[in-house]
């Protein structure tokens, strides 16, 4: 079993910054990717970035420039570093990692992030 716990979630002002973060209870090695999703109400969840085991990354057009994915193996941990926040960047914010023995994928139960000014 995997557990992913997010925190960091916030209100901000629009241009502002946060740093979302994603505690693994195993080792970041044992999954082949993980990644941030977000939904906002009334909308389907999305991808917003991802970094796999070799450290390729991949960002949603509406965030390259503006976030930054990484992850610290000591820590079992991922984060999301997001500078210059819109309005629209509103929702909640979800970890996803997949398991790279089974493929079986896991969610953590969100963090929700609020840019208003």
């Known amino acids: 079993q995997v557990q992913l716990v997010e925190s960091g979630g916030g209100l901000v002002q629009p241009g502002g910054s946060l740093r979302l973060s994603c505690a693994a209870s195993?080792?970041?090695?044992?999954?082949?990717?993980m990644g941030w999703y977000r939904q906002a109400p009334g909308n389907e969840r999305e991808f917003v970035t991802s970094?796999?085991?070799?450290?390729?990354?991949n960002y949603a057009d509406s965030v390259k420039g503006r976030f930054t994915i990484s992850r610290d193996s000591a820590k079992n941990a991922m984060y999301l570093q997001m500078n210059s926040l819109k309005p629209e960047d509103t929702a909640v914010y979800y970890c996803?990692?997949?398991?790279?023995?089974?493929?079986?994928?896991?969610w953590g139960q969100g963090t929700q992030v609020t840019v208003s000014s």
């Open positions: 996803n990692a997949r398991l790279l023995y089974s493929g079986a994928n896991y």
């Open positions: 195993r080792s970041i090695f044992s999954f082949s990717d």
């Open positions: 970094i796999t085991r070799a450290n390729s990354t």
